[in-house]
């Protein structure tokens, strides 16, 4: 018996937070589209992130590409018809312990400034007052904006995202080139459309590589550790402490979840170093955390690239065929003007971005390192 076929003006692979905002861009410009996804709505790289959103970006490009989706998503309930989401400006604020560090952030904070981001530096005396509990002794200065902040339920963000669309449960197993058009052997049958995105995490390059297009995205653990709700607000802005390799923030439903930023190797073997990495910067810094139970170890994985920025794009000598890849965390955070950007790219409209962030850049020596990654 023939597989099933089925078509579509543009498919999409992958039901992460990018591949879903792609569709919900390209189904607002009025091109039917199908997203195949072969575990669940944001079970990838998006399953595991939460829900942040920030301005304070390392390049222009990225404060750019942070304003327009801060903007959507503190709109997120009203586009898209689910009233109880919600975004919470508490702030993230990076503490410096030396004065290279602190350099290094204010100089951040310039470029943030020329691209629109109301960032500051900060005392060490102000830093106490914005996140109450902070230990100020050892710091020399801090960054803050008060416009960076969290969707609430992101995991329910990205849910409300895919109802507005047509996702199917299918794993890709080729991306193949049709007479003009693209094919895709799935599970679930075979998908033609004139166009297809591949917005599929790590896995894009695996799925793009039989067609002679190597890609460097490569898999890069990531391990947080979070407590129980803890019914007291004990931490308001999110604090990042690059000298300490220390991140900790209270989330909406109550959990703290503090970070080893520099955590690396086997967490069966490593995770009691980093516990103890943990335990010394909250000594240090955020005593009031000092009795909170982290007993819960969650790991998961950045899909990053050498610049830490992601490939976006049509593919070269690949008509039709598009990427939407290795994101390095900040997928979500970044997701609805990305989307707005890749579905034009699709329509054939080329984006400055797109031009930056397209898949050449490496070999070309085009870099755009972002330095501002946590």
Known sequence: MAASRSSADVLVVGAGVVGLSIALALRTRGAQVVVLERAGVGEGQSGIQPGGIRLQWGTTLNCRLAIESRAWWTTAGERLDAPTLAFDSCGYLFVAHSEAVLER???????????????????????????????????????????????????????????????????????????????LDTTAGRFTAPSVVVAAGADTRALVGPLGVDLPIELEPRHLFLSPPIRERLLGPLVVAPELRFAAKQLHG?????????????????????????????????????????AVLVSGAYDVTPDRQPILGPLPGHDGLHVAAGFSGHGFMIAPAVGRIVAGGVAGERDTVLDILDSRRFQEGRTVPEPQVI
Do not use: F, K
Not at 155 to 168: E, G, T
Not at 264 to 291: F, H, K, M
């Open 105 to 183: 952030l204010a100089a951040a904070v310039r470029l943030q400034n020329a691209a629109g981001v109301p960032s500051r530096v900060v005392s060490p005396m102000e830093a106490g007052s914005l996140v109450p509990g902070l230990r100020t002794e050892s710091l020399v200065g801090a960054t803050y904006c008060a416009e960076d902040g969290y969707m609430d339920e992101p995991r329910a963000a990205i849910a409300a995202i895919a109802r507005q669309l047509d996702v199917r449960h299918a794993t890709v197993d080729a991306v193949l080139p049709d007479g003009g058009a693209w094919t």
């Open 254 to 294: 109550g959990r703290v979840l503090a970070s080893d930023l520099g955590a690396a190797g086997d967490p069966e073997t490593e995770a009691p170093a980093w516990r103890r990495n943990v335990r010394a910067a909250i000594s240090d810094l955020l005593p009031i955390l000092e009795y909170v139970e982290l």
